[in-house]
Nanobody
Framework: QVQLVDSGGGLVQPGGSLRLSCAAS????????MGWFRQAPGKERELVAT???????NYADSVKGRFTISRDNAKNTVYLQMNSLKPEDTAVYYC???????????????WGQGTQVTVSS
């Protein structure tokens, strides 16, 4: 069993910053790609950013230059530094990880429970 716990959301004014964290625990052999997705009310869940085990990153066009994804492989943790936040960034943010699970060494996707980010004055 694997658990992802994400945290760090909150209320911030436009132009402000937040840092999200997501820690994975459980029967983990290795974590491949980790990422962040978000879902605003009435909209579909969308990709925000991903990072491979080799630290290659990918960003949605809407967040390029403002958000930075990083990971600490020793802690099985992924971060999302969000700067210059806009009201349209308001959403529930979910972390995602592709985990190679012990003891069978099969790969499964896991999701965090979500953390609310609200950008408003």
């Amino acid at each position: 069993q694997v658990q992802l716990v994400d945290s760090g959301g909150g209320l911030v004014q436009p132009g402000g910053s937040l840092r999200l964290s997501c820690a994975a625990s459980g029967s983990i052999f290795r974590i491949n790609t980790m990422g962040w997705f978000r879902q605003a009310p009435g909209k579909e869940r969308e990709l925000v950013a991903t990072i491979t085990s080799g630290a290659s990153t990918n960003y949605a066009d809407s967040v390029k230059g403002r958000f930075t994804i990083s990971r600490d492989n020793a802690k099985n943790t992924v971060y999302l530094q969000m700067n210059s936040l806009k009201p349209e960034d308001t959403a529930v943010y979910y972390c995602n990880a592709e985990v190679v699970v012990q003891p069978l060494y099969l790969t499964y996707p896991y999701w965090g429970q979500g953390t609310q980010v609200t950008v408003s004055s």
